[in-house]
């Protein structure tokens, strides 16, 4: 991983900003976290995308990357940072870092290069062996990832997804497939993580080849 603009995709923070800054030397770093009162971190809102343009805006010598750090980035405030991105003023580069690439809109993704960091917590939270999927296991499942966050969950989908079409052990018709995208819209909207997860296995359930 690189001092450069882009997004990475992590679980973990701190790490990552570590990373950044032993490679840091001359540039700067402006970081805005969206949190709650309670630093607590939270959905970036388009008070927090106008504070980072305003930023953005003040000049500076050396370069200056701003740095953009949520689980998740509300649409609004992606469509009022694209320009900005597009276009930085001089001495200005963005890095965005959040917990998904399903967080960020396409429009978003196409401008910057995007890195996908595999976190040994993220890697636990996909086990899953669809081949062998029953329904004890898919309640274990469910059960073992029913505290998950919204931004989670929606990379559980996605890897439980890919892993189904790899596995071809399902008849993963027109339905099916609509269902999984359908998923992540339903998260976007608040619809419990554990609803979505039963939804899914069960569906995959039905659907599996015998």
């Known amino acids: 991983m690189n001092l450069a603009s882009g997004i990475i995709i992590t679980h973990q ?48 010598e050396n370069l200056n990357y701003i740095i953009l750090v949520a689980p998740k980035f ?33 429009t978003i993704k196409s401008r910057l290069p995007v890195t996908i960091l595999h976190d040994n917590s993220l890697e636990e939270q996909l086990s899953l062996d669809l081949e062998n999927l029953n329904l004890s296991r898919a309640y274990e499942f469910v059960q073992e990832h029913s505290k998950v966050s919204a931004v989670e969950c929606k990379d559980l989908v996605e890897k439980i997804s890919l892993d189904a079409m790899r596995s071809q052990k399902y008849n993963l018709d027109g339905s099916t497939l609509k269902l999984f995208s ?29």
Do not use: M
């Open 13 to 60: 923070v701190q790490t990552v900003l570590n990373e950044l800054e032993a490679q840091r030397t001359t540039e700067s770093f402006t970081i805005i976290k969206s949190e709650d009162d309670k630093g607590k971190p939270k959905e970036f809102l388009v008070e927090d995308a106008q504070k980072a343009i305003e930023k953005a805006y003040v000049a500076s």
């Open 182 to 210: 359908d998923s992540i819209k339903a998260l976007d909207v608040g619809s419990p993580t554990t609803f979505i997860l039963n939804t899914l296995l069960l569906k995959l359930l039905a659907q599996k080849i015998k």
């Open 74 to 106: 509300s649409d609004i405030a992606q469509n009022r940072l694209l320009k900005v991105i597009e276009e930085p003023p001089r001495n200005k580069a963005f890095v965005i870092i959040t917990e998904s690439k399903s967080a960020l809109l396409d």
